[in-house]
């Protein structure tokens, strides 16, 4: 038990220490104002909130929600049939080790390759045109279809885990009962299988959703200088315009929004026990 | 002859090279209560689940009111089943999990709602309908899945070691209960496990099975009383097993030797003149008297008490006959002996009365 309570210590240590200090520093930060050789100073202001609710950021928003919005659906349509072969599959362990292999290399340097596959005279292209599907080569990258695939690709098995987790420890003994009571193939699915991994839907969604919304490099390096996202904006205001406040104050506004829906996750969940 | 509810030829089942079953048949009659007993791996649930419809069957038929099912899925057998673990729907409330098989029916509100209320009430949950499976004991799941299962009137009820997750009290109470219901319900009771205790005490017939066959099939009465073979005579009950030979036969009785000491019996099976037999004779038959008990010792086999254990009821004496060989013994306190105090290493006399053992082939 003592050994227990240490391990949950130092792991609310580290939290404080990482986590919510840090956090509280950007916080800070926001309310401050711009300067060109200390970064930042008083007075406190509001403006760079203000800011935020200009017409740019409120379109730059939106296409970051839809792009998210999109790569979960993507992930979950992908991962929850793959995620059920491998619950019920013989070779559990090797499946996995498949999906963890790809973080052992880093997803920047995964991200170009994706470039290699899909760049004009790239890999995808030349396989097309040697097959005689295409006659000239498509123009896929710099484009939102390489961003969604790329976004797709590096977050797929943030799905892909709480999915089978859940799926898991699901008892297919149930699809007997359900059938020994005369129950057919969609009853199976839609009563039966769905509402029980629910739970490893909302989840994965959400892993997928939220960094979907911030992965910067993605867009940067697949969707080229108009595809700006939620991520860019941040990175931009932080590294080019240098104006630190201005891109705390935009960072604090996405945590809110993501706390917001944590928050109408947990809320359902809350209410119903 | 009456006529089955259920009608099993020569089925038999394999996976790859494992055989399963071995061309078992077996007639299953309306009402009744069937227990498929034996260890684990004797494919009595194999028989079960083929018999729901999880399962295809490798050859032979399976009838269910006549009409083979071989190529029936489950849905569209008219057999449920209650499941080992239960297999509650974990998201469902217990009301819904026992509307189930309404709902898949499409039945009307009104209807689910009445019927779903009498079987819970039947099982004595009436109060519980909104729970989910997981806020109740065991015993009030295994009673959800009886409830579920029983909600469609099935014409066999097919229970899968349904009692052997309970403990012991429990399953003492549950099993008066599910024969209670069986009786009320009328409809045929399947069960499979390998508690024979439990099989005796519920059952109207027996099958024993062993490696994928059935070894006997009979009322607990005569499976216990006159087991077929030295399988059924071991798993079922204690049984001391002497291998003896056919000396002499009189009338109805023959004349054996055990330990040195020449016996009689009863000549139940008209076995001939140097026939080679088991004698099985179950601890509660055997009589074992002290010393100064016994005026005349003929039919009687000496022995030494190795270890007397004290169960309340009985007391259970291991006793250490001449060559060897040990035997157990299970002793009433009755009106012959009330005191029954015996002691380790006591010298004692062994008897049985003639017509009490079992003869049975002999077998290597």
Known sequence: ?273 | MQKSVIEIKHLSKSYGTNLILRDVSLSIYPGEFLTLLGPSGCGKTTLLRLIAGFEQTCSGDIYIHGTCVNQLPPQQRDVHTVFQSYALFPHLSVFENVAFALRCKKTPKDEIKARVQEALERVQLAAFGNRLPKQLSGGQQQRVAIARAIINRPKVLLLDESLSALDYRLRKTMQYELKQLQKSLNITFVLVTHDQEEALSMSDRIAVFNHGHIEQIGTPREVYENPSNLYVAKFIGEANIFDVEVEALEDDELCVTVESRPLRCKNTGNHTLGEHLHLVIRPEDIRVWQLDEVTSSDEMIPGTIVDIIYKGSTVDLTVALPTGKIINASEFFDEDDDDLAYTVDEVVWVQWYTGWEVLLPYEN
């Not at chain 1, 909130?49 to 790569?71: D, E, N, Q, W």
């Not at chain 1, 797929?156 to 297919?172: I, R, W």
């Not at chain 1, 910067?216 to 991520?231: E, Q």
């Open chain 1, 1 to 273: 038990m003592k050994t227990k309570n240490l391990t949950l210590y130092a792991i609310y240590t580290w939290l404080f220490l990482f986590g919510f200090i840090p956090l509280c520093l950007v916080f800070v930060a926001s309310f401050l104002s711009r300067d060109a050789t200390h970064l930042m100073t008083l007075p406190f202001t509001l403006a760079h909130y203000k800011a935020l609710f200009s017409p740019l950021l409120g379109h730059v928003m939106l296409r970051s929600l839809m792009m998210a919005l999109i790569t979960t659906l993507a992930c979950l349509v992908i991962a929850y049939p793959f995620s059920y072969f491998m619950a019920r599959s013989q070779h559990k362990s090797l499946l996995l080790l498949f999906i963890i292999i790809p973080f052992w290399t880093s997803s920047l340097v995964r991200t170009y390759a994706l470039v290699a596959i899909l760049k004009f005279n790239g890999i995808l292209n030349t396989l097309l045109i040697n097959m005689h599907l295409i006659t000239t080569p498509l123009p896929l990258l710099y484009s939102n279809f390489a961003v969604l695939s790329g976004l797709t690709y590096t977050l797929f098995p943030f799905m892909v885990l709480p999915l089978f987790s859940n799926m898991e420890h699901f008892d297919f003994k149930l699809f007997e009962a359900a059938e020994d009571l005369g129950a057919n193939r969609l009853t199976l699915f839609f009563r039966v299988f769905l509402p029980n991994t629910k739970r490893g839907i909302v989840s994965g969604s959400l892993l997928v959703f939220l960094p979907a919304m911030t992965l910067f490099y993605i867009p940067n390096v697949l969707g080229g200088a108009r595809s700006i996202l939620i991520g860019n904006l941040i990175q931009n205001q932080f590294l080019v315009e240098e104006n630190w406040p201005a891109g705390a104050a935009t960072s604090i506004f996405l945590t809110v929004l993501l706390l917001l829906l944590l928050l109408m996750y947990r809320k359902p969940r809350g209410v119903k026990s």
